[in-house]
């Protein structure tokens, strides 16, 4: 089994040293590193070029999960992709190994608990908008014109003849945002 090695760190600042040791200390073969990078973001150069080179059989080694990303959903989805591609995981510091049973199983657990946040995640937010509508806020987007702006839109175009892309343009949307708007509009009005 191939092992390759992924480090990161946040800042320019922090030393790669310690993580590419343990790595090296792992077996790993090769060792792709991102510097002052975030691990917010998974569309990172060095990770990339980790991910790139891993075929069937190998395995992706990291320090902590944390230099893998933050997000515990798309570390989840990562190795779960991974996975999929007959490539194995395996992170130092939290003993996760996903070529052992107990590796496998603590990854599930992870899993299990990341599906488990996303639920409350979305039970929390639907509670919220629902007590905001309550007490008579909108939820959404502000709306791209005001009534008096659909109005002389309306008149603009319909009485005047003014062309739909130059009313358009003079509100700063987009000629199908308008008329969407327009029609909206008039359903809203025939069905109050």
Known sequence: MRKIGYARVSTNEQNLDLQR?????????????????????FERPGLSRALECLNPGDMLVVWRLDRLGRSLIDLIRLVTDLGGRGVEFHSLSEAIDTSSPGGRLLFHLLAAMAEFERSLISERTRAGMAAARARGSRIGRRPATTAAQRAAARIAIEQNNVAVEHVAAEYGVHPRTLLRILRNDQNSNAAG
């Open 21 to 41: 040791s343990a790595l090296q200390a792992a077996g790993c073969v090769k060792i792709h590193a991102d510097q002052g990078i975030s691990g917010s973001d």
